[in-house]
């Protein structure tokens, strides 16, 4: 999802920005272009999320074909708001077990190296 700063949400900057993708035979993502503006940062934001999605291959005469669809991506305050409270009560969820990258995580596998260090000079 594009980020949507929260002061833009304040100023009650909302609507659609529509994108031509250029989309390749393994479906991944080759060029965005902007061509239904509603603001800069909401546009360059719009075009750095669509660059990351991948999509199912399309096929012409059964083989894999590139293709061009146009996408319109929304700027809604009140969607993006549910969203994130739905993303906070998932995270709360998850905060009992714990995750790559959280310090439990790292501190076992500092010990585990320091494990294999000891045996090593032993």
Known sequence: MPS????LRRQGVAGRVELQVAIDEDGSVQGVKVTKPLHPYLD???VQAVKQWTFEPA??????ASWIITIAVNFDP????????????KNAAR???PEEGTPAVLQAILDRGAEY?????G
Do not use: I, M, V
Request: charged share 40%; aromatic share 10%.
């Open 4 to 7: 949507y700063p929260e002061e």
């Open 117 to 121: 260090c000891r045996k090593l000079a």
């Open 59 to 64: 096929f012409h005469e059964g083989r894999p």
């Open 78 to 89: 009140e969607a993006y708001r549910r969203q994130e409270e739905e993303a906070g009560d």
């Open 95 to 97: 905060a009992g077990s």
């Open 44 to 46: 360059n934001a719009a």
